[in-house]
C-alpha cells in the first residue's frame, strides 16, 4: 500500500471504505447532497494535497490510518486569498486548480484512490501552509514574497477576493458539505475505537471480576 506524502496530489476514490458500514438511509443521512452525488460518480473527480502523512501506530490497522489534506477544486472562478490558484504546468495536471489552503482535514489513507500529477514542490508547500495559518491567526503576516517569486510559484494573488466575499463564502460551504466523503468515515472511525476501548473495558472488568470470585470461593 502506497504511503501519502506531504506535497503530493491524490485522487478521492468514490468507493468509500468505513469500520463502520452505514444502511443506505444511513448515508443519506450522513453525507451531503454534493458528496452523495459524488459518490455516485455524478461528478467530476476531485483532488487533494496532502499535508501531514500518516502516523503510523502499533495496533492500528493499515487500511484506517489518517492522513490530513488540503482540498483542490476545478472551480477556478472563485479565487480568493484563501483559495489560491495553481496552475497545471505547476501540478502536472490537465487542468488548473485552486488550493483551499482554509480547508485542511483528516482523511482515511484507503479512500484516497491514487497518487497524480507531479508532487507540489517545498517552496509552494510551506506557502500554502503559511497562507492557510495567516487566515487562522496563527501567523502575524504573510512571508515576504515579490510578484516576480509569486509567477514563478504559479500562485495568483492579482485582486484576490477576501475570504469574508459573500460568493467565496459560497463556494466554502458547498466545499465543507462536499468534504462529508472525506470527514464522515473518519467519524465512524472515531466511533469505532471508542466501541472497541469500551468492550475491552467491559472484558477487563469482567475477568477480574471473575478471577475475585475464584479467590473468594478457594479461601
Given at each position: 500500500?502506497?504511503?501519502?506524502?506531504?506535497?503530493?496530489?491524490?485522487?478521492?476514490?468514490?468507493?468509500?471504505?468505513?469500520?463502520?458500514?452505514?444502511?443506505?438511509?444511513?448515508?443519506?443521512?450522513?453525507?451531503?447532497?454534493?458528496?452523495?452525488?459524488?459518490?455516485?460518480?455524478?461528478?467530476?473527480?476531485?483532488?487533494?494535497?496532502i499535508?501531514?502523512?500518516?502516523?503510523?501506530?502499533?495496533?492500528?490497522?493499515?487500511?484506517?490510518?489518517?492522513?490530513?489534506?488540503?482540498?483542490?477544486?476545478?472551480?477556478?472562478?472563485?479565487?480568493?486569498?484563501?483559495?489560491?490558484?495553481?496552475?497545471?504546468?505547476?501540478?502536472?495536471?490537465?487542468?488548473?486548480f485552486?488550493?483551499?489552503?482554509?480547508?485542511?482535514?483528516?482523511?482515511?489513507?484507503?479512500?484516497?484512490?491514487?497518487?497524480?500529477?507531479?508532487?507540489?514542490?517545498?517552496?509552494i508547500?510551506?506557502?500554502?501552509?503559511?497562507?492557510?495559518?495567516?487566515?487562522?491567526?496563527?501567523?502575524?503576516?504573510?512571508?515576504?514574497i515579490?510578484?516576480?517569486?509569486?509567477?514563478?510559484?504559479?500562485?495568483?494573488?492579482?485582486?484576490?477576493?477576501p475570504?469574508?466575499?459573500?460568493?467565496?463564502q459560497?463556494?466554502?460551504?458547498?466545499?465543507?458539505?462536499?468534504?462529508?466523503?472525506?470527514?464522515?468515515?473518519?467519524?465512524?472511525?472515531?466511533?469505532?475505537?471508542?466501541?472497541?476501548?469500551?468492550?475491552?473495558?467491559?472484558?477487563?472488568?469482567?475477568?477480574?471480576?471473575?478471577?475475585?470470585?475464584?479467590?473468594?470461593?478457594?479461601?
Open positions: 500500500m502506497l504511503m501519502p506524502q506531504p506535497g503530493e496530489i491524490w485522487e478521492v476514490s468514490r468507493s468509500v471504505q468505513s469500520p463502520l458500514k452505514f444502511s443506505s438511509q444511513e448515508q443519506q443521512s450522513l453525507y451531503s447532497l454534493a458528496a452523495q452525488t459524488f459518490l455516485a460518480g455524478n461528478s467530476p473527480p476531485r483532488y487533494v494535497m499535508v501531514k502523512e500518516p502516523e503510523l501506530s502499533i495496533g492500528i490497522e493499515e487500511q484506517w490510518l489518517i492522513v490530513s489534506v488540503m482540498l483542490l477544486s476545478a472551480e477556478t472562478n472563485f479565487i480568493s486569498d484563501v483559495d489560491l490558484l495553481i496552475p497545471g504546468e505547476i501540478s502536472g495536471l490537465v487542468q488548473d485552486l488550493a483551499e489552503t482554509w480547508h485542511i482535514i483528516p482523511a482515511l489513507v484507503c479512500n484516497l484512490l491514487q497518487p497524480v500529477g507531479k508532487r507540489i514542490s517545498r517552496q508547500y510551506d506557502y500554502l501552509l503559511t497562507v492557510r495559518d495567516y487566515h487562522h491567526g496563527l501567523v502575524c503576516q504573510l512571508p515576504t515579490s510578484e516576480s517569486e509569486i509567477q514563478f510559484l504559479g500562485l495568483t494573488n492579482e485582486n484576490l477576493r475570504a469574508n466575499n459573500s460568493k467565496i459560497d463556494f466554502h460551504q458547498v466545499e465543507e458539505a462536499w468534504s462529508d466523503v472525506l470527514t464522515v468515515p473518519v467519524g465512524a472511525y472515531h466511533t469505532y475505537l471508542k466501541s472497541i476501548k469500551f468492550t475491552n473495558t467491559v472484558l477487563d472488568e469482567a475477568l477480574q471480576l471473575e478471577q475475585d470470585l475464584q479467590l473468594d470461593i478457594d479461601d
